[in-house]
């Protein structure tokens, strides 16, 4: 009885209206009936007292949760950006492996001659970074850079840029296959 009274449980809760009447009677039960322990007030500080701590505690949960999934986004973002700069590295090096410059005959003679080739034949309509890509390509290999050392130092965000980058010197004329298929 004793501990359901502590747990704050109404089982044994006793009215504390009647308190006073009773000392009058029993005056020894005054310094029992002092102590809130077992009556309605004591039972609603407890339960106050236990839902403000389990409030806390879901809270406390619910940033745990937040702060776990927050921390797993990042992971998750770290590791899908390290993905893309690999498989950016690796189109890099796939292209510069498979490709070279062309040969320099003065074909194209310049680098707006570059972009007319690039849109008669493989893009017709090449935006403003790929004919920048295509003029610097064009410079590149007319100053004798290496196109494997030029390329690689080319800033693309993702290796799609790159595989992009290569079609366009194709189609401008600037590179070619190092490995011609029979």
């Known amino acids: 009885m004793l501990e359901s009274l502590r747990e704050g449980k109404a089982t044994y809760v006793r009215p504390a209206v009647s308190d006073s ?7 020894e ?3 029992i009936f002092e102590h809130e322990l077992g009556t309605e ?12 701590a389990k409030g806390e505690a879901e809270a406390a949960a619910e940033a745990l949760a937040a702060a776990e999934e927050v921390e797993s986004a990042a992971r998750d973002a770290e590791i899908a950006a390290e993905a893309a700069r690999e498989s950016l590295l690796n189109a890099i090096e796939q292209i510069t492996y498979s490709a070279n410059w062309c040969p320099n005959l003065k074909l194209p003679a310049n680098a707006g001659e570059a972009v007319r080739f690039l849109s008669l ?6 935006d ?8 610097a390509g064009w410079s590149a290999r007319n100053a004798g850079a290496s196109f494997s050392e030029w390329f690689s130092n080319c800033s693309f965000d993702t ?4 595989l992009a980058a290569s079609r ?3 189609g401008a004329y600037l590179i070619e296959p190092k490995h011609r298929r029979n």
């Open 21 to 27: 009447l009773l000392v009058g009677m029993f005056p």
């Open 29 to 31: 039960l005054g310094e």
């Open 41 to 52: 007030r004591y039972r609603a500080r407890v339960s106050r007292e236990r839902e403000a």
């Open 121 to 126: 034949t493989s893009i017709k309509n090449p």
């Open 128 to 135: 403003s970074a790929t004919i920048e890509v295509v003029k």
């Open 159 to 162: 290796a799609k840029d790159a």
């Open 168 to 170: 366009a010197l194709e």
